[in-house]
């Protein structure tokens, strides 16, 4: 039984780490469609709580969410393989257009059929929003914790985990407060998967080794709060400013090629790991910036269900769950802006989402045929 699900989820997880293009925010809506409509797995308030339990971890939002997935079907081995399947197709990928960008000496050309899904991705997000906040909108609190998070990340006066912590428990609280209900017993677990000591390598100016390549991408893996979107200000003033590995110039592509490529975000490591040492490079980097996201999904995932037996620890999850999803609406009005540059990307973007929420068609297939016909289209 159990080699069964494990296969199941390596077959599932290597699929959505292979049409995952967009970044956290579609895989999240992929991941929604796979296993909450498609295969039944969980149910979409559990879902959802997944959901919040990842933003208030360090680390890596969807490929969390993965893990957590497959600890949830699996045990600790489904933990493992549905984290590395979701992984293992980025780093091919990114490996391939890093081979090829270190002998040109440019982006290859096959970025721009990456590009041309991006409408798609959005499509598939609203698609999953307009889903989850059924579930998680549940009342006037939460709706209204949903809409200041909302203004409060497009305003960017706070970081994500402010908001999170501010609007989302603060709402969960008020919420049980006027309920009446309830016992303080066990809201203090809330605060469990989000503490992570501060204590990061320490590190001086020195040669490229495998040891110092490990301690950089570790310490954004065990200390970056919310998506891979941040990535790059984390990581600049390591490899640019204090270690002198890279230029500006190629920081940004690295940044651009794991934005751009389907998985999660984070494989921006694999890229500059293989500038840096070649697959070898690639494969120190890639496990270095992971390796927190298996620790801390293992250590907060058995606190997950004890958060619902608590009404007041429940109620708080309810507001993060409220706030996560904001976050998510604001991400997709920064993917519009990237994404609808033209008529024809607008008209695809509207075209996939009827299809979607119309005849609930593929995403596989909707994200397979746009990407087919702009390779053929941008061949001489």
Not at 182 to 193: E, K, Q, R
Not at 298 to 306: D, E, M, Q
Request: hydrophobic content about 60%.
């Amino acid at each position: 039984m159990n080699g069964g699900r494990l296969r199941e989820l390596a077959a599932v997880f290597l699929k959505l780490g292979t049409i995952g293009f967009g970044g956290p925010a579609a895989h999240i809506a992929l991941m929604e469609e796979e296993v909450v409509r498609r295969r039944g797995w969980l149910t979409r308030q559990a879902f959802l709580d997944l959901v919040g339990a990842t933003n208030l971890i360090p680390g890596p939002n969807s490929t969390e969410l993965a893990i957590h997935l497959g600890r949830m079907r699996a045990g600790v081995p489904g933990l493992l393989v549905a984290g590395l399947a979701f992984i293992l197709p980025a780093f091919v990928i990114v490996c391939g257009v890093a081979w090829a960008y270190v002998r040109a000496g440019t982006l290859p050309a096959v970025m721009t059929v990456f590009r041309s899904v991006a409408p798609v991705m959005l499509a598939i997000v609203v698609q999953a929003l307009v889903k989850l906040a059924r579930t998680a909108i549940r009342n006037a609190w939460l709706a209204a914790a949903a809409v200041v998070a909302f203004a409060a990340a497009l305003a960017r006066p706070l970081d994500e985990v402010a908001i999170l912590v501010g609007v989302g428990l603060g709402a969960g609280l008020i919420g049980w407060a006027r309920s009446g209900k309830g016992s303080v017993n066990g809201v203090a677990t809330l605060a469990v998967p989000g503490l992570v000591s501060q204590a990061a390598p320490v590190l001086a100016k020195t040669a490229v080794s495998s040891g110092s390549l490990f301690l950089v991408f570790l310490k954004p893996g065990a200390l970056l709060f919310g998506s891979g979107y941040v990535l790059l200000a984390f990581l600049r003033a390591d490899l640019v400013e204090r270690l002198g590995w890279l230029t500006n110039a190629q920081l940004l592509d690295a940044v651009v090629v794991g934005q751009v490529t389907p998985g999660p975000v984070f494989t921006t490591a694999t890229f500059v790991g293989y500038i840096l040492g070649g697959l070898t490079g690639a494969a120190i980097a890639t496990a270095a910036i992971f390796l927190p996201a298996f620790v801390f999904v293992w250590i907060s995932a058995p606190l997950i269900p004890l958060l619902r037996r608590s009404r007041l620890a429940a109620a708080m999850l309810d507001g993060v769950n409220a706030a996560s999803l904001a976050l998510m609406a604001a991400v997709t009005v920064t993917l519009a802006r990237e994404a609808l540059v033209s008529v024809l990307a607008l008209g695809v973007a509207v075209a996939s989402l009827v299809l979607l929420l119309r005849f609930r068609a593929s995403p596989t297939f909707l994200i397979a045929a746009v990407g087919l016909i702009a390779w053929l289209g941008g061949r001489p």
